[in-house]
């Protein structure tokens, strides 16, 4: 394993995160607030520390994909436990590991926390628990390739273990090029958001908060009431770009090549996952149009409830923990199923879920016609057999983690809803739950146990399971008893 790039990696993650801390001291420094000087503190332990794991320059850049997973994985653990730190020196957290808790839910763009009021908080620091939405929404890492000096095979390792869904590929030949195209689709969409909101009647500091949340998929709002005490144009505002980051960002990119045809009308997934939020919306405000003033009113509400938790967001502009149970249970579904393969929401995923269902159905007609040769078909193209076999994999590996998690949660005593959807918000990256970790409560009632279970959960969901557990494989660690290493590493490089 080469050890020595994977420091690299990790020093250069860390002297990006000693800029990112100058956010909420700039933040500080404009409000006049003390806890300025404490991020200033961390930013440049977190550069020095960072300058030193660089100071040994790797003897080759190139690495494989065990390495990739390692360095994704540390990477993300390193950058939750760093950006925690001056939100507990702040005083702002009761202990180290609700800062932990908060912090990694930011980066995995969770939104889950510990507080049960966040306007309490410095400027600063809640400035900085949006500011990690966004700088995890799209991935650090992916951001990363642009300035790492690795070759295009070692990068496509870290996009496939950063990136969300079954199956990474490249927009254009080179995978630098590729993520810095991501990366200018994402700051282009952060930017008409923060206008918008701005035209809306936000001032600057909150349009920008809330976009980063919003664009990240995150979750963290600056008020107790989440989004319920802005006007309906920044509600709709927020609907819109929830959605529009649910959605692969290469729809935008061909978007932007003059493909329409082939990034809306032939994608199955994207046309999928609209019908999808329109019949859930209506359904749920049809039974609760009682409620409110009028269907429109109604289909307001349902809609934002509906975009924020199939877009893994968690913003809130209603308790529906107060709705009927139909609707409700619409909710958890959407839970599950997720956003769009290769978009900063979570979840199971739109493609995947396609994936394992006509994967099911072919074995169903399999049973019927035994000497019958069945395909999965995507947008009209085959989807390799092991693309089939992953999602597969993936679904029989989520099932397990969901039960293991809520096993040890559920030493807490909560009700059994509490757990399955503490469990399922932090495993998909939603941040609410139902009952007590519901739209109106936190986390902060569960035990140190429980939460760590918890940011398992964040991590693995945000990094779609494989990559984290695979550290626990012997395998991870070990050449193959019967190969050479150079026989291994050839291998490793085909697959």
């Known amino acids: 394993m080469n050890v020595s790039v994977i420091l690299n990696i990790l020093g250069t993650v860390l002297c990006l995160e000693g800029i990112f801390l100058l956010a909420p001291v700039l933040v500080a420094c404009i409000y006049g607030e003390q806890a300025g000087f404490i991020y200033a503190a961390a930013a440049a332990v977190c550069f020095l520390a960072g300058a030193a794991l660089r100071f040994k320059r790797p003897k080759t850049g190139v690495f494989y994909s065990r390495e990739g997973f390692v360095a994704v994985t540390f990477s993300w653990i390193l950058l939750s ?11 702002e957290y009761p202990s180290y590991i609700d800062a932990v808790f908060d912090t990694i839910s930011g980066f995995t763009t969770t939104g889950a926390s510990v507080l049960s009021s966040v306007e309490e908080l410095t400027r600063a620091t809640a400035f900085w628990r949006c500011f990690t939405h966004w700088s995890g929404g799209m991935g650090v890492l992916v951001f990363l390739m642009a300035v790492l000096p690795l070759s295009g095979s070692s990068n496509m390792h870290l996009m496939r273990a950063e990136s969300p869904g079954p199956s990474v590929g490249k927009l254009v030949p080179k995978v630098r090029q590729t993520a810095l195209i991501l990366y200018k689709i994402y700051i282009f969409i952060t930017i008409v958001q923060v206008l918008a909101l701005m035209l809306a009647g936000l001032p600057l500091y909150d349009s920008l908060a809330l976009s980063f949340s ?10 107790n009431s989440s989004i319920a005490s802005y006007n309906i144009a920044v509600q709709m505002i927020i609907i819109i770009f929830m959605l529009l980051c649910a959605v692969n960002f290469n729809t935008y990119y061909l978007l932007k090549i003059r493909k329409p045809r082939e990034a809306l009308l032939q994608n199955a997934e994207v046309k999928w996952f609209f019908l999808i939020v329109l019949a859930s919306a209506a359904a749920i405000a049809f039974q609760i ?21 199939v877009s893994s967001t968690g913003f809130a502009t209603a308790d529906y923990n107060l709705w009927p ?22 979840g199971f995923k739109v493609s ?3 994936i394992v269902a006509a994967a099911a159905k072919n074995e169903l007609l399999n049973m019927i016609h035994p000497r019958s040769v069945q395909k999965v078909n995507m947008n009209g193209r085959i989807v390799p057999d092991h693309v089939v076999h992953t999602a597969l994999c993936y679904m029989t590996v989520y099932v397990f983690v969901v039960l293991l998690s809520v096993l040890v949660v ?34 902060g009632g569960f035990s140190p146990l429980s939460k760590l279970v918890l940011m398992f959960d964040m991590l693995v969901g945000r990094l779609e399971l494989f990559p984290v557990l695979t550290l626990f494989s012997p395998g991870m660690w070990r050449l193959p008893a019967r190969r050479s290493r150079k026989e291994f590493h050839k291998i490793d490089e085909a697959e």
Request: hydrophobic share 50%.
């Open 81 to 91: 436990m760093a950006g925690a730190v001056p939100m507990y020196l702040t005083g």
């Open 214 to 223: 919003t664009v990240g998929t995150g979750g963290f709002a600056l008020l």
């Open 289 to 309: 149009r009682d409620r409110f003033h009028g269907f429109f009113e109604a289909f307001h509400t349902a809609m934002f409830q509906v975009a924020t938790l």
């Open 325 to 346: 149970e139909f609707s409700k249970t619409i909710l958890v579904l959407l839970m599950f199923m997720g956003a769009c393969a290769g978009s900063t929401g979570g």
């Open 352 to 354: 995947r879920l396609m």
């Open 410 to 443: 559920s030493l807490d005593n909560f009700d059994m809803t509490t757990n399955f959807t503490a469990v399922l918000a932090t495993l998909n990256n939603i941040g609410p739950g139902l009952n007590a970790v519901g739209p109106t409560g936190n986390f």
